[in-house]
């Protein structure tokens, strides 16, 4: 039996510890780690604004839980903790990618795009699976430049809880603390300086609340706030 869902410890599959954890200098540098690992490019993490363009009021507002982006890379991370999630996440990497091509005499990628999905089961019931846009049949890449890389976390957080920390391997272990509860945050910072810095954090967040407010959470703050005004004032 997994704690991957926890009411009593909040992990980073929940999307409100994920996106504040994310702009610390500690949860930065994990996911600059991660990515490096999986990918072999060393990309220096900055969030940025986390909604999609859209083309006309007609179409429906997407916000996704992580976006960061140099000249030559973006990267686009979701936290999943539910199957219709990763249809929805594809719909948002195209969208993003649509948002980005150059459009001229030719349509042009100018730079590499990824998602990471961080599911809590996946239906691939693999450790982590990379895919994209190809011919069926054949399999021939059409665009190359396009990887959506979906890991499953429910695995990772047993790798993580069943094996000594030294017979982890760092890839597994920096991702398991996305998942990880106290108990094992504390058995997978043990040694790394890094991820004991993201353990106090994550730890901190828990104990002391201090959460951001979504935009969301904001818009509706300020609606009863002006409803609440206008009553008062007759």
């Avoid at 839980?65 to 890379?73: G, L, P, Q």
């Avoid at 846009?133 to 695995?155: Q, T």
Wanted: aromatic share 10%.
């Amino acid at each position: 039996m997994t704690k991957l869902n926890n009411d009593d410890f909040l992990t980073c599959m929940n999307d409100k510890v994920f996106r504040n954890i994310i702009k610390t200098y500690s949860g930065k540098k994990v996911i600059s780690e991660i990515f490096y690992m999986i990918t072999g490019y060393k990309m220096d993490i900055e969030p940025l604004n986390d909604d999609i363009k859209v083309s006309n009021k007609t179409i429906k507002g997407k916000r996704v839980d992580f976006i960061s982006s140099d000249n030559n890379c973006l990267l686009n991370i979701e936290i999943n903790n539910y199957e219709v999630d990763l249809v929805r996440n594809i719909i948002y990497m195209f969208s993003l990618f649509v948002n980005d091509i150059l459009v001229g005499e030719s349509y042009k990628m100018h730079k590499e795009f990824y998602q990471i999905n961080f599911s809590h089961k996946s239906k691939l019931s693999k450790i982590m699976s990379e895919f994209g846009v190809c011919e069926i049949s054949e399999g021939i890449v059409i665009l190359p430049g396009l990887k959506i890389i979906e890991i499953d976390m429910e695995i990772i957080w047993n790798i993580c809880y069943d094996n000594n920390v030294k017979c982890i391997e760092r890839l597994y272990r920096y991702i398991g603390m996305l998942c990880a509860d106290e108990e094992l945050l504390k058995k997978l910072s043990k040694g790394d300086n890094l991820l004991m810095e993201l353990k106090e954090e994550i730890v901190a967040f828990n104990k002391e609340g201090r959460f951001f407010i979504t935009p969301e959470e904001d818009e509706i703050m300020y609606i009863n706030a002006i409803k609440t005004s206008s009553f008062e004032e007759g």
